[in-house]
């Protein structure tokens, strides 16, 4: 892996669950994130994918420091960012920016695109002298591939699509190193999303810029990310790169989530194995002993209950190597091939 | 053939002028079948649905031409009483959004016992009886105590399980599911389309599945119509159209996916905007974001031309399309 630019390491946030006014007391705690470790390499995609309730977007948001961590480190170049305040804190939030879901909610609709975009420079004026913001900002459009004579239109001029772009301009004035996005393009239509998804890989390469892209749908992490993360219920289950995840994924959760996944191929649905998981993701409020996946995991046996699984590398992979030696926090990891592997080459066209 | 719309219209007032949302929409269903109408928003794909249901908000909506033909009767020429006897009793729909679909203020059993004693003129005992009975159909774990707990105590994929009940009550010929498992979760979603579709087989219901997802498409319809500003563009059965699209938008829907079993370099990306329906351009209405756009797409509106017995697509040039 490339040198680290991010370092996460068993980071914890916990939302306390009180009861009474006068006296109030703890009675217990929402677990949103609970012991979650990764490595963001420089110029590099991690996707971290999950169902909702997983904690992905709490993750985002303590990456950008909106929500300090109960506990764990963040280290970006090697200092720890979840300690820092005032002007240090200041400096650090400069290269770390967001990009947010909804591109209706994000963008406040009082103000132009030009201030939109140009609010970062007010913050860090540092960034741009004042008599040269129209100019960047301008840039700044024009590189997300806006009109530059838009500067002075209001949000609600734009499609959904521009607007998330306007959030994308805004999240790279400051030209940080990193990107958070999270649900970039969920909230976008299909022909759409391919538009943003491209921009962002272009942006990528010309900025030089690490991502952490956190999404909902399998496909489009495959597609931009380098390396994944699967969650469930605050804690990373697998992680490794995009083939060691989707083409041998070891598991159980991870494969439910990809066999679950509709493929755009009708000739696949005959042959296709799913995997239906039973019941509903229990609550962060009253997490299951040992393996927080065996409540639904038809693998589960009782050593499931009383040990937590670490996420390393399985003992029976790490001998042999290959795609299937990756991080896996099963006791009864095992390989099992669910996407289908296209012997056709890449549909229409 | 169950259902059968024929040349449907339907405009809408809007400060901006006159939306045309639906603009000569044909498409049929039969029993045991399942047909996804696909469409990005605004292509008119629910409108049309909310007109074949009879609830369409009008005004400002109102149906300006066309016939939906459904056992032999165009709903369109019944009185509102009529109409009302045919909803929920011989079709029914279930949304998107489970949560606002529901009345917060009651429990699960009471709505799903309206159905029978509103239209069945059950008691409320009897009609209790039967809404564990639903429940217990559509899979929800303890029925008998869960039927008096009320929707917010309900997770997402169980609330849509409460919709599907609701819809199946009566035993419908047919079901209308707009965007069913948008909301849900990947893993949600497959228990509630499997469940779905083993209902159907069970009553041979006819299905109209609403949607915006190729990969939901292809999981489980048997054909296809595929909207674009108010009409439909491709119409084919759904091993064809994925195999070779015959009309560009269809094309360029599925080039600009990205694929869980492939990883691809670049994605594909239709030009432009959907059009804004106060001014839908002449011609072909997809003709500025088309690669294949000549002379006579701005000018003729291309009718939907056979492909093959089963198939037919809106685009004068649709031979090249399905060429690649």
């Known amino acids: 892996m490339a040198e680290p630019i991010l370092e996460v390491s068993d980071l914890v946030k916990h939302y306390p669950l009180t009861q009474g006014v006068v006296f109030r007391k703890q009675v217990g705690a929402v677990r949103a994130v609970d012991g979650v470790d990764f490595r963001l390499g420089r110029g590099e995609t991690l996707g971290i994918v999950g169902e909702s309730g997983c904690g992905k977007s709490t993750v985002a948001k303590m990456l950008v420091n909106l929500e300090r961590p109960t506990a764990g480190s963040i280290r970006y170049k090697g200092e720890d960012i979840t300690r820092l305040s005032g002007r240090a804190l200041k400096a650090v939030r400069r290269n770390i920016q967001m990009v947010f879901q909804d591109p209706y909610t994000s963008l406040n609709p009082r103000m132009t695109v030009g201030d939109i975009v140009g609010e970062p420079f007010d913050i860090h004026p540092e960034a741009a002298p004042k008599g040269d913001r129209r100019r960047k900002v301008q840039e700044l459009l024009d590189v997300v591939g806006l009109n530059p004579e838009y500067v002075n239109r209001y949000p609600h001029q734009f499609s959904g699509g521009q607007r998330q772009r306007i959030g994308i301009a805004r999240g790279l004035a400051l030209r940080p190193e990193v990107i958070v996005a999270d649900e970039p393009v969920s909230a976008l239509d299909v022909s759409v999303q391919a538009q943003v998804i491209n921009l962002m890989d272009r942006l990528q390469s010309e900025f030089d810029l690490s991502y952490v892209f ?117 006791h009864f990891a095992a390989e099992k091939q669910v996407v289908p592997v296209e012997p056709h080459g890449s549909g229409p066209g | 053939m169950l259902l059968e719309v024929r040349d449907l219209h339907v405009e809408f007032r809007t400060r901006d002028g006159v939306a045309k949302a639906v603009n000569g929409v044909s498409y049929g269903v039969d029993a045991s079948e399942t047909l996804a109408v696909l469409g990005e928003s605004g292509s008119g794909k629910s409108v049309t649905a909310q007109a074949v249901m009879g609830i369409l908000d009008m005004p400002p909506g109102r149906i300006t031409g066309g016939e939906v033909v459904f056992r032999g009767r165009d709903l369109l020429q019944l009185k509102e009483d009529e109409r009302r006897k045919v909803r929920g009793a011989e079709m029914a729909m279930i949304f998107q959004d489970a949560l606002s679909s529901l009345n917060p203020v009651l429990t699960v059993g009471d709505q799903l016992g309206e159905m029978f004693t509103v239209h069945r003129g059950m008691s409320r005992k009897d009609a209790r009886a039967k809404a564990v009975e639903l429940m217990d159909r559509v899979r929800i774990p303890a029925a008998r105590e869960r039927v008096k707990q009320y929707p917010h105590q309900f ?69 296809i119509a595929v909207m674009y500003a108010g009409r439909i563009v491709e119409s084919a059965p759904v091993h064809d159209i994925y195999k070779a699209p015959a009309h560009p938008y269809t094309r360029g829907l599925l080039e600009s996916i990205p694929r869980l079993d492939l990883k691809g370099r670049e994605l594909y990306a239709i030009k432009g905007l959907p059009p804004n329906l106060t001014q839908i351009p002449p011609g072909c209405a997809f003709h500025p974001r088309c690669p294949l756009a000549r002379d006579v797409c701005r000018t003729d509106e291309p009718p939907l031309y056979e492909v093959s017995a089963t198939r037919g697509s809106a685009c004068h040039f649709w031979r090249e399309c399905l060429d690649g």
């Open chain 2, 155 to 223: 997770s997402g994929g169980m609330r849509q399980r409460i919709m599907i009940a609701m819809a199946l009550a009566l035993e419908p010929a047919l079901i209308i599911a707009d965007e069913p498992t948008t909301a849900l979760d990947v893993t949600v979603q497959a228990q509630v389309m499997d469940l779905l579709a083993d209902l159907q087989r069970e009553y041979h219901m006819g299905l109209i599945l609403i949607t915006h997802d190729l990969g939901v498409v292809a999981d489980v319809a048997d054909r």
């Open chain 1, 214 to 330: 956190i999404a909902h749908d399998l496909s489009i992490v495959r597609h931009i990310s380098n390396r994944v993360a699967v969650m469930y219920l605050g804690r990373i289950v697998e992680t490794g790169t995009d083939t060691e995840i989707y083409e041998h994924p070891t598991h159980p959760y991870t494969q439910a989530l990809l066999s679950a996944v509709p493929v755009p191929d009708p000739e696949a649905r005959e042959h296709r194995e799913r995997i239906i998981l039973s019941g509903d993701v229990p609550s962060p409020t009253d997490i299951p002993s040992g393996c927080r996946f065996r409540t639904r995991c038809w693998k589960a046996q009782e050593r499931c209950a009383r040990e937590v699984p670490a996420l390393a590398v399985p003992a029976w992979f790490r001998t042999e190597g290959g795609p299937a030696a990756h991080d896996s926090a099963c």
